[in-house]
């Protein structure tokens, strides 16, 4: 297919890599920033375009930009009759109508850098479209990058977001306040990188309700009370401590 | 060394074969669940035993009972002159005392279930001594079985043990949140998976500070507000998600 990205950030260059290395062609990166975009252009055997106004013809515009200029971007193309979708987990797909009836959501479910190459065929697309033929268009394309593609609708989506928030930057947080706890007392995080990995790989098989380990869901309240009681003198994260473990003695109906 | 091992569940049993692996012979399995305790004795080449007051004679002994029951143990046999060692990373190293004067603590800091062996090499072992020739041969042991040795005090080893619990326990739990999360939508948790371990794997590299990602950190708070507003039919998740996101925000001066 001839796809063309608007955006020169994460998630624009990972998806222009990976679109032109299935074989597909990049007609043009449209991006403001001029030295990203004419990089990844160059990258990738495209044209490079600062002008929204003054698109080359692609069947497909992904728009890869950061969420709050999505509706912006889509307000000054003008793709009427192509197939237009975000890259976005959390807004909503109406945002698109303006730029063309056909329109839909490619989201893939990764974090990203610039520079780290991602293998592709292991990141989950997430697909959303207005219609049944836009929504597998999109898949297909998804297809011809990543093993991992799910249809969805909107409300689905949303929630795919919100639970990896939870599973991805509120456990990445947690990470930081236990490297905080460890570097006070002259400890690198190095000494949890393994258990922190084997984590992650368990519940690659297992569901983590399983695999649950610890004083709260032991009810081993001793071990409980005498946390709360080193982290007397941190009362936001002495309380951050009491909300979870009270949410996994919930969980346990304890 | 000659080893005694007392406990017969996953601690017990996977640093009994890792110990066995690295040449070590294992005198005695001591346990109360015959079955458990003699398994684990005819996989190591050990005799079972099932009675703490009459021991053979080794030089280390390793009390890999739950913790409440570390006591209890240690009240119970009467090993003087010889090295004995608890596997808890929260249980004080006095306990110990009844059992013989020099004591310490032996404590790998891994998840671990009875059946799935481990790579041993890549644990870390945390060690602690009452002297520091109790420390030191406790620390030759662990080296003989791991790669990733730790001499600490129990102040460390305390902290060590809330670090985890942040970084493990509640880390898993919030797993189970977006798996329950995901299902009322009928999506599996699969489409979260290759997220959940590619951030514990970006922070085999680098520090959690700088991966952090997601609303908070951005200060995204409409996709805040539209995520507890989802949220508004579970009040105790919503409140969760409210104290994490506030916990990243004071993190950034936010």
């Given at each position: 297919m001839n796809i063309s990205i608007v955006g020169a950030g994460n998630v624009a260059t990972q998806l222009a890599i990976a679109f032109r290395s299935a074989g597909?062609?990049?007609i043009e990166i449209v991006a403001r920033n001029e030295e990203h975009g004419a990089a990844l252009a160059k990258n990738v055997d495209a044209e490079f375009n600062?002008?929204?106004?003054?698109l080359a013809g692609a069947d497909i515009y992904i728009i890869a930009v950061k969420d709050d200029a999505i509706s912006d971007v889509a307000t000054r193309i003008d793709v009427e009759g192509k197939i237009v979708a975000h890259t976005s987990g959390?807004?909503?797909?109406?945002?698109l109508t303006d730029a063309s009836a056909t329109h839909g959501v490619f989201y893939p479910l990764q974090t990203m850098t610039r520079h780290q190459q991602l293998n592709f065929a292991e990141v989950p697309i997430i697909i959303e479209g207005n219609d049944e033929v836009t929504a597998s268009i999109l898949a297909q394309l998804a297809k011809s990058i990543s093993t991992k593609v799910y249809r969805v609708n909107e409300q689905q989506r949303q929630w795919i977001h919100v639970a990896a928030v939870f599973a991805n930057n509120f456990t990445n947080h947690f990470y930081s306040i236990a490297e905080k706890l460890l570097n006070e007392q002259g400890v690198s995080i190095e000494i949890l990188l393994p258990l922190i990995l084997r984590s992650a790989e368990n519940i690659q098989h297992n569901s983590p309700k399983v695999l649950q380990t610890g004083p709260a869901v032991r009810g081993d309240f001793r071990t409980i009370d005498r946390h709360l009681q080193m982290l007397r003198d941190d009362e936001k994260l002495q309380a951050l401590y009491r909300s979870v473990t009270e949410s996994i003695l919930r969980g346990r109906g304890i």
């Open positions: 597909h062609r990049i600062s002008n929204l106004k003054a959390v807004k909503p797909i109406f945002l």
